[in-house]
């Protein structure tokens, strides 16, 4: 389903109780990469993002620590944001980072764990400690620090999440955030909730039929039903598939009694997708400038 765009004004008043009940739902029916590994590589890509203020973002107070990596040649370069699962960074993500880097795109990896003081998140009674509503933070926070390097283009940055980090993703597109000034999001299995909320931001969902943590399949695709026809949306369910399909180092695995397993045709299918949609929404998008200041991002009063 691909619909198109309208802009619509970003709105900051929220209920309490309407928040609380969404973290309840998102924390529980995330899911992750839990058995993915732990990601080795340091070096001259390590880099400190200071936190920012994002609404309902509880934020740390130390800097995110992140990777990114620069594709070659001179910028500026579009950027996406990369969000690991609720077992924290990993090799997983490096791997984008270098699929992006092939395709012009820079890549920033962000810890959401280390400076909030967990390793992972997975366990029912640690997902209060980090929540995709946190890493909607983290998300700002990263296009804030990204809009100060001179090799990114400021104005074409974009979030992918893996899971618990594609619950994020999806988060990233409602009103409330517009401010931000994302060019895209991407959601690989994670939930889609309240779709009354989603805004201009077009948001792309990739999932297996057979992924059963959380139901992300039939969540989005009830999303994708909702959300008005202005706004645009397209999601991609790979039927037969399971969870952390995308991650070639996922052999078959059995965690939470939920089936994680790559999948090659659907990976390299979804792979195909994802290029060509953050090169139509990303890349060669031709709009107005984003609003917000290059130095910092403040959510309107």
């Known amino acids: ?46 880099v400190q993002i200071p936190p920012i203020a994002v609404p309902m ?47 012009g795109y820079a890549a920033l990896i962000p810890d959401s764990m280390t400076p909030r003081g967990v390793k992972r998140v997975c366990e029912p009674e640690a997902q209060h400690l980090v929540t995709p509503l946190d890493r909607v933070g983290d998300v700002g926070s990263a296009m804030a620090w990204l809009r100060t390097r001179p090799e990114i283009d400021p104005q074409r940055i974009a979030v992918m999440g893996q899971s618990h980090g594609g619950a994020t993703a999806a988060l990233a597109t409602q009103r409330v955030y517009e401010y931000l000034g994302l060019r895209a999001a991407i959601d690989y299995y994670g939930p889609c909730v309240d779709p009354q909320d989603h805004g201009t931001v077009p948001l792309l969902v990739l999932v297996g039929g057979a992924d059963d943590w959380g139901h992300p399949a039939a969540r989005c695709a009830a999303y994708g039903e909702a959300v008005q026809p202005d706004e645009v949306f397209e999601i991609q369910v790979y039927p037969g ?20 397993e790559y999948n090659k045709a659907a990976a390299e299918d979804s792979y195909l997708r ?4 953050l090169d139509r929404w990303v890349k060669h998008w031709h709009g107005e400038k984003a609003q917000a200041p290059l130095h910092g991002l403040k959510p309107p009063r």
């Open 274 to 277: 994802v290029h060509e949609f």
């Open 57 to 103: 973002a509880q934020m740390p107070s130390v800097p995110i620590p992140a990777v990114f990596k620069v594709p070659p040649g001179n910028g500026p370069f579009p950027a996406v944001i990369i969000l690991h699962g609720c077992g924290g960074r990993g090799a997983s993500q490096l791997i984008w980072a270098r699929r992006l880097n092939n395709w």
């Open 241 to 260: 598939v399971y969870h952390a399909f995308d991650n070639p180092g996922m052999v078959r695995t059995v965690s939470n009694m939920h089936v994680m």
């Open 1 to 46: 389903m691909i619909l198109g765009i309208s802009p619509r004004r970003a709105g900051l008043v929220v209920s309490s109780l309407k928040w609380l009940a969404l973290v309840a739902l998102l924390v529980l029916a995330a899911g992750c990469d839990a058995m993915d590994e732990p990601a080795t590589e340091t070096g001259p890509d390590d």
